[in-house]
């Protein structure tokens, strides 16, 4: 780590060396350091300084951040571009609208025409924490890695690579979503269905698949719910109007518009007979019954009293 110090007086910033020693008077309008490489604001332009304090690039930055420490990101009019600790320029050399946000050891770049980030004419690819491109800028679009795969656009169609650029998939999709504990959903029409992290797709197609709660996952379709767990499989019908998520074992359900608790196998153990009912929280859960609220336990018993 450096042994420079950032100080600062009356809004104007400076620099210290570990002995208190001034490497930079108080007169500039922002210095940050960490590790090996700094930045620096003067005159409302940014330069970048190494751990001796000196400037290693000239004061023509627009704006400018650390990442990865040892690293400094700036920005020329929109164009983003890499400096590293010696003040050289990495490639990919002309980035646009790019902040070079490393996620599982990689960076989505892009460069192409235009201010948004999906622009015509642009093109995404990746960078290693050496600022190596190491999977080319060929994508229309592109998100940042999640467990080890990113979601890549080609021509309006979606689909995953892995973090040496193959495909995991197909860009057969309508749209994919990233990754969390080894499922993604993916989208066909108006469908949603959900994929493992080898590519397969593992359960049928829904209007909606929403999270993981308990290790079952609400499911909707055509208006009614249902659970499938992990695997995929439907361990509970689309039967009802309305579902909650399970919370402590148990999860709400509508019946003709009264409520009731059922267990993961879909096993009605609490009947429909209540008015409205809020989740089971430390063994207890909330009901009502003719504007009157009380607790219940997991058997259906009024365990506080009719409040």
């Not at 332009?45 to 004061?59: A, H």
């Not at 650390?66 to 990495?90: E, M, P, S, T």
């Not at 593992?202 to 308990?214: A, G, K, R, W």
């Amino acid at each position: 780590m450096s042994a420079l110090k950032v100080i600062h007086s009356e809004r104007k910033f400076g620099l210290v060396n570990e002995n208190g020693k001034e490497i930079k008077s108080c007169i500039h309008e922002y210095i940050d350091f960490k590790n090996v490489i700094g930045i620096l604001k003067k005159n409302n332009k940014w330069s970048c300084i190494n751990s001796d304090g000196q400037e290693i690039t000239p004061s023509i930055f627009d704006d400018a951040f650390n990442i990865k420490d040892q690293f400094a990101k700036v920005r020329i009019g929109h164009k983003w571009l890499l400096i590293d600790q010696y003040g050289n320029q990495l490639k990919p050399t002309e980035v646009i609208n790019n902040n070079f946000n490393f996620k599982e050891g990689l960076a989505k770049v892009r460069y192409g025409c235009g201010r948004g980030e999906a622009s015509t004419g642009s093109k995404f690819g990746f960078i290693n924490e050496d600022g190596e491109e190491v999977i080319p800028l060929i994508f229309d679009f592109a998100y940042n890695f999640s467990e080890g795969l990113a979601v890549v656009n080609k021509n309006n169609r979606w689909g995953y690579i892995d973090k040496q650029g193959n495909n995991v998939t197909d860009l057969i999709f309508d749209f994919a979503f990233d990754f969390c504990d080894g499922l993604a959903r993916v989208r066909k029409g108006k469908f949603i269905g959900l994929i493992d992290n080898n590519g397969n797709e593992i359960s049928d197609y829904y209007h909606e698949i929403f999270n993981f709660s308990e290790g079952l996952a609400k499911v909707e379709k055509n208006g009614l719910y249902g659970f499938i767990n992990i695997q995929g499989q439907e361990v509970i019908p689309l039967v009802y109007k309305f579902v909650s998520d399970f919370s402590e074992g148990l999860a709400i359900f509508d019946d003709n518009n009264q409520y009731g608790f059922f267990d993961k196998e879909g096993k009605i153990v609490i009947e429909a007979i209540y008015d409205d009912a809020y989740y089971f929280i430390d063994g207890k859960a909330k009901v009502e019954i003719e504007n009157k609220i009380f607790f219940i336990d997991k058997t259906g018993k009024n365990i506080n009293g009719k409040n």
